[in-house]
């Protein structure tokens, strides 16, 4: 049997608070990186932009099995393909994968990421939000 990681159970109308959260950090990347200035870091921005991954990811599972994933982000996959299946598309599923491997490095290391690079993940949490927010309809 597959392990399958730290989870948390929460009640029904968690998922709502989830979405508003990572709406909100969304929208925090847009404006951080419409602010930027050239040759400035984009490290917050791409930090702004898992947290908004994470707490759709979050808002997604919660309203589908009640349950979050609880520390270990890399499991975050896992969890949403078990509670959505086959509605989570291989290519959102590698989306979330790539914005959530970088967590580490964005949050607790010591390499600054360009803007470009904050643009590029930006476009891709667009995408996935995007995805979401259409399947929490």
Not at 8 to 24: E, H, I, M, N, S
Not at 55 to 60: I, R, V
Not at 89 to 98: K, M, N, V, W
Request: with cysteine; aromatic share 6%; proline share 2%.
């Amino acid at each position: 049997m597959t392990r399958a990681g730290p989870r948390k159970r929460v009640d029904a109308f968690y998922w709502q608070g989830r979405l508003r959260t990572a709406a909100d950090f969304r929208a925090a990347a847009h404006e951080a990186l419409l602010l930027a200035q050239p040759g400035q870091s984009g490290t917050p921005i791409t930090s702004q932009v898992i947290l908004a991954a994470i707490a759709y990811a979050d808002a997604l599972t919660a309203k589908g099995a009640q349950v979050i994933n609880q520390q270990d982000h890399a499991a975050a996959t896992r969890l949403l393909r078990e509670v959505l299946g086959n509605r989570l598309t291989d290519a959102q599923e590698r989306r979330l994968r790539r914005l959530l491997g970088r967590k580490d490095e964005v949050q607790y290391g010591a390499c600054a990421v360009t803007l470009d690079e904050a643009r590029q993940m930006l476009e891709e949490l667009e995408m996935f939000a995007l995805w979401a927010e259409d399947l929490l309809r």
